[in-house]
T-cell receptor
């Protein structure tokens, strides 16, 4: 398995501001994923982040709203830009280690007022 | 595209009852199948997996068998405990790609 940490664990933000979420892994991984879990809902993939290339976004998510960085094989950031209350969710990063197993970070619980 | 359908919850059981949470999927080829569990206030944990037809994944008393003929991966446990109360997600993936999740099933176990 892997040890995955996320910062911050939770935050309360004002609408119109931006928040950057960090994801740190204790081993080098090629693929990292960012998911959103809206209240009481399942997980939806935002984007796939590979080191050395642009992130690949899923339908309904755009780079201007959710810019992602992947500067090395152990770290990634997701920014939620120009936030609105509809962005209130849990944001989770995950890594694909082996045999298609994905391990998840503890999540960042975001509330936008 | 791929999709996963789970039985809707909440599922409420008494301690030591038998648990079944149904999961069916639609996908091309031969995906890998997973069950994840999310305890209150926590992130997702991998509970068990199966990578090919007729494989049985098991962990912590939970089991699920990859049934290609019925495109199903039902989660079972013979005797649930209060500590099993959580949300359970069925998911699938093709090699190196995103996970596709079901809607989640909340399990509540009463003493």
């Amino acid at each position: 398995s892997a040890v995955i940490s996320q910062k911050p664990s939770r935050d309360i933000c004002q609408r119109g501001t931006s928040l950057t979420i960090q994801c740190q892994v204790d081993s080098q991984v090629t693929m990292m994923f960012w998911y959103r879990q809206q209240p009481g809902q399942s997980l939806t993939l935002i984007a796939t982040a590979n080191q050395g290339s642009e992130a690949t976004y899923e339908s309904g998510f755009v780079i201007d709203k959710f810019p992602i960085s992947r500067p090395n094989l152990t770290f990634s950031t997701l920014t939620v830009s120009n936030m609105s209350p509809e962005d209130s969710s849990i944001y989770l990063c995950s890594v694909d280690l082996r045999d298609n197993e994905q391990f998840f970070g503890p999540g960042t619980r975001l509330t936008v007022l | 595209g791929d999709s996963v359908t789970q039985m809707e919850g909440p599922v409420t059981l008494s301690e030591e009852a038998f648990l079944t949470i149904n999961c069916t999927y639609t996908a091309t080829g031969y995906p890998s199948l997973f069950w994840y569990v999310q305890y209150p206030g926590e992130g997702l944990q991998l509970l068990l997996k199966a990578t090919k037809a007729d494989d049985k994944g098991s962990n912590k008393g939970f089991e699920a068998t990859y049934r290609k003929e019925t495109t199903s991966f039902h989660l079972e446990k013979g005797s649930v405990q209060v500590s099993d109360s959580a949300v359970y997600f069925c998911a699938l993936t093709h090699a190196g790609n995103m996970l596709t999740f079901g809607g989640g099933t909340r399990l509540m176990v009463k003493p």
